[in-house]
């Protein structure tokens, strides 16, 4: 497993951005896929994008509710991801987890490891 630390939440209006960071240790956090998931009050964790490197190549997912205004990339000699968020909307206010997987999926079943999260706020 890697220790995951989030930054960069924050309360913004509705229609501007704010960037997130996950810092991970670790060694081998090159072959991490790397995703940021999400969870608003009273409702279940949801997957928002996820970032692979496999074999020289950069793998990515969204979910179809972030597309087009969110972008993840990673920083493998930083290890570190990030997660810049525009044009953003109430309904993106959640508290934001960065998470790590061994595997290659999208599915939150495969992601052991993760941050404590950080809040995002979007006020209409």
């Known amino acids: 497993q890697v220790q995951l630390v989030e930054s960069g939440g924050g309360l913004v209006q509705a229609g501007g951005s704010l960037r997130l960071s996950c810092a991970a240790s670790?060694?081998?956090?090159?072959?991490?896929?790397m995703a940021w998931f999400r969870q608003a009050p009273g409702k279940e964790r949801e997957f928002v994008s996820r970032?692979?490197?496999?074999?020289?190549?950069?793998?990515?997912d969204y979910a179809d509710s972030v597309k087009g205004r969110f972008t993840i990339s990673r920083d493998n000699a930083k290890n570190t991801v990030y997660l810049q968020m525009n044009s953003l909307k109430s309904e993106d206010t959640a508290v934001y987890y960065c998470?790590?997987?061994?595997?290659?999926?999208?599915?939150?079943?495969?992601?052991?490891?993760w941050g404590r999260g950080t809040q995002v706020t979007v006020s209409s």
């Open positions: 670790g060694r081998t956090f090159s072959s991490y896929s």
């Open positions: 998470a790590a997987s061994t595997g290659i999926s999208s599915n939150i079943a495969d992601f052991d490891s």
């Open positions: 970032v692979s490197w496999r074999g020289g190549s950069t793998y990515y």
